[in-house]
């Protein structure tokens, strides 16, 4: 098994697209990449622990690649814009890849590379991972729990269509 750690935006919206995903056996949606130990949720909303909303996947590589990861994290949010993503703003919605080891980490450059020779402006952090803390338990797997709260509904099909669409062949099959 696995782990990639990555922040796009809302951990509500990244936990929901990346759990459909085969080879996908766990998303835990948290906080990295901040100077306090163990924050909250308020303390990372408010904006001053310079932590990022971040999912912790764990995967098997048998079923699906870090590089088949990062395709969908790249195209499930807009790693274009410093520091939001859609109406969420601030650093804690920053787009950021955490690599756990230098395989990780030179595939994430190549393709933040290649994305750039195709004319997008990237703005992904890229950084070696930092201590991951676990949201409080009522984040987690919240679109599931709470498919019909207003955020949810607004953010999250949208994303959920665009992976249904454009990669199908590494969905679940229920």
């Known amino acids: 098994m696995q782990q990639a750690l990555f922040g796009g935006g809302c951990f509500w919206c990244t936990e929901a697209v990346f759990l459909q995903l ?7 949606s948290g906080y990295a990449g901040g100077q306090n130990p163990n924050p909250t949720y308020e303390q990372v909303c408010g904006g001053d622990t310079n932590h990022a909303e971040v999912i912790l996947i764990d995967f098997d590589e048998n079923q699906i690649t870090y590089s088949q990861l990062l395709e969908v994290f790249f195209a499930t949010h807009d790693p274009t814009t410093l520091n939001r993503q859609g109406n969420d703003v601030g650093t804690q919605y920053r ?8 395989e990780q980490k030179e595939t994430a450059q190549l393709t933040i590379d290649s994305l750039k020779a195709e004319g997008l402006n990237i703005v992904t952090e890229l950084s070696p991972a930092p201590t991951f803390y676990p949201a409080e338990e009522y984040h987690q797997n919240f679109f ?15 994303k959920l269509n665009k992976l249904q669409h454009k990669f199908m062949t590494l969905l679940k099959t229920h």
């Open 95 to 102: 787009s950021v890849i955490y690599y756990f080891n230098d």
């Open 22 to 28: 085969q080879g996908v056996q766990k998303v835990v």
């Open 144 to 158: 599931a729990k709470n498919p019909n709260q207003g955020y949810c509904n607004f953010a999250i099909p949208p």
